[in-house]
């Protein structure tokens, strides 16, 4: 069960509940930011799928981070894409340091999720 199909429709369903999470009430912000890294562990499993759980993890840790320390850089021309929808999605706007714990609490669900669920299943 671990193909590349799984983890695609992995990615699909963690985009869909990460967009539900910015526009259902009561849902608290760092949820979404969770989602997001989640989302990215699985990308990143979906792109290098016969990578070790380790390099997954630290390529995604490295990613979400420098994601969030580049939001420190505020010039007009990247600023411009932070205020599209998608650029906001990917990009975020304001460098908060607990986004790097929800990035991490979210890369952990990800391994989560493949070791005993998915492993699990084969």
């Known amino acids: 069960m671990k193909t590349r199909l ?9 985009i869909i509940l990460g967009l539900l999470s910015r526009h259902v009430a009561g849902i608290p ?8 890294a989640t989302m990215i562990y699985f990308g990143f499993r979906f792109l290098l799928i016969s990578k070790s759980i380790q390099f997954i993890v630290i390529a995604s840790l490295l990613f979400c981070y420098a994601i969030e ?10 600023n411009n894409i932070r205020h599209t929808v998608l650029g ?35």
């Not at 799984?6 to 963690?14: A, D, K, M, Q, Y």
């Not at 912000?29 to 997001?36: E, N």
């Not at 320390?69 to 990247?78: G, K």
């Open 88 to 122: 906001g999605l990917v990009l975020g706007e304001v460098f908060l340091w607990g986004d790097m714990l929800s990035y991490t609490v979210g890369i952990v669900i990800g391994v989560f999720v493949e070791k005993y669920i998915i492993k699990r299943s084969e």
């Open 69 to 78: 320390f580049s939001q420190l850089y505020q010039a007009p021309w990247i």
């Open 29 to 36: 912000l760092f949820i979404g930011d969770i989602l997001w």
């Open 6 to 14: 799984t983890w695609f429709i992995l990615v699909i369903i963690t």
